[in-house]
C-alpha cells in the first residue's frame, strides 16, 4: 500500500468558513463600539473577552461542528447587539 494521504474533502464545509467570516465581521463590531456609542472600556474588554472565547470555540468547532460555528457568529452578532441596545437604554451610552 502505497503512503498517500487520505482524502479529507468532506472536512472542509462552507458553513464553517461563513461562521469565520462571521466571527470576523463581529470583531468589526465589537472593536468599532466605542466609536459608535459612548460605551465604558470596561464594557468593550468585557465584549473583546467574549468574543475571543466565541473565536476559540469557533475554531474547536470548526471541522467537528460547522453548523455551529455559524450559528455561534450569529448569537455573538445578537449578543453584541443586545449589550449595545441595554447600554444605551439604560446606562445612557448613547
Known sequence: MPDEEPARAADASPYAFAGMIG????????AATPTVVD???????LLLVGWAAGLVQGCRWFVRRPVAVLV???ALG??????VLAGARWFDWA
Open 23 to 30: 466571527l470576523a465581521a463581529v470583531f468589526f463590531l465589537v
Open 39 to 45: 460605551a465604558p472600556w470596561w464594557a468593550v474588554a
Open 72 to 74: 455561534l457568529s450569529v
Open 78 to 83: 445578537v449578543g453584541w447587539f443586545a449589550v
